[in-house]
């Protein structure tokens, strides 16, 4: 079983549309980060979160440290949101810095 | 502008040779990390230097080797003992904030072995 799982693999959604994509994980954390990686391959870091709730700009990140589980939403979805959202997470008991990742999601927005 | 770099966007190589994919960063980070990411999959990784002049193998080190002479410099290469080099590669730096490390990453280098 892997250790981060996200949800959905694939989602398509028209433009305007509330996005939700939702990582769960099944170790101790110490944070947990939300990843943005565009078709060209460059990886941007967008949240990193050991409690409660981020906002940026459209993008929202939350967890819930209990459930082992986090969401990020994206409000008035665009086309130049279409990416591959990745979660990861520091292991609290792995070495210091090394992130462990889920998947990805891959999103499409359409006009 | 501080910032890690990888280069070339693309490499191409023949099966059996050698290669060596470069990482910098002028952010002053201590650590620094190779991934690998193939479809389908999520980021695995290679090998991770906490300081200079000390690495330590990752999840799938084998067939691959790195150096850490210098805190901006991290070269990967890959070796004819990795069964299947194609593969797109990311190098990234992290800095301890308040305990919780910050990673950054570079555009990344695809390789692609003929």
């Known amino acids: 079983k892997n250790e981060v799982e996200q949800s959905p693999q694939n989602l398509t959604a028209q433009e305007g549309e509330f996005i939700t994509i939702n990582c769960s994980y099944s170790v101790g954390i110490s944070a947990l980060h939300w990843l943005q990686q565009h078709p060209g391959g460059g990886i941007v870091s967008l949240f990193m979160l050991s409690s409660g709730k981020k906002k940026h700009g459209r993008l929202i990140a939350t967890i819930n440290i209990q459930e082992k589980h986090s969401s990020l939403h994206i409000t008035a979805s665009h086309p130049r949101d279409s990416a591959v959202y990745i979660c990861?997470?520091?292991?609290?008991?792995?070495?210091?810095?090394?992130?462990?990742f889920g998947k990805g999601t891959k999103l499409s927005v359409k006009p | 502008d501080g910032g890690i770099t990888q280069s070339p966007k693309y490499l191409f190589r023949k099966e059996g040779q050698n290669v060596t994919l470069s990482c910098e960063q002028n952010l002053n980070h201590d650590a620094m990390y190779w991934y690998r990411q193939d479809p389908g999959q999520g980021l695995r990784l290679i090998y991770y230097?906490?300081?200079?002049?000390?690495?330590q193998k990752g999840d799938i080190a084998e067939g691959y080797s790195v150096s850490r002479e210098k805190k901006e410099s991290f070269p990967l290469t890959v070796t004819s003992a990795q069964k299947n080099p194609t593969a797109f590669y990311l190098c990234a730096s992290s800095i301890d904030r308040e305990g919780l490390q910050t990673q950054y990453f570079g555009p990344g280098t695809r390789l692609l072995v003929l």
């Open positions: 230097s906490q300081i200079v002049n000390d690495f």
């Open positions: 990861a997470v520091e292991d609290y008991g792995g070495s210091q810095g090394n992130l462990i």
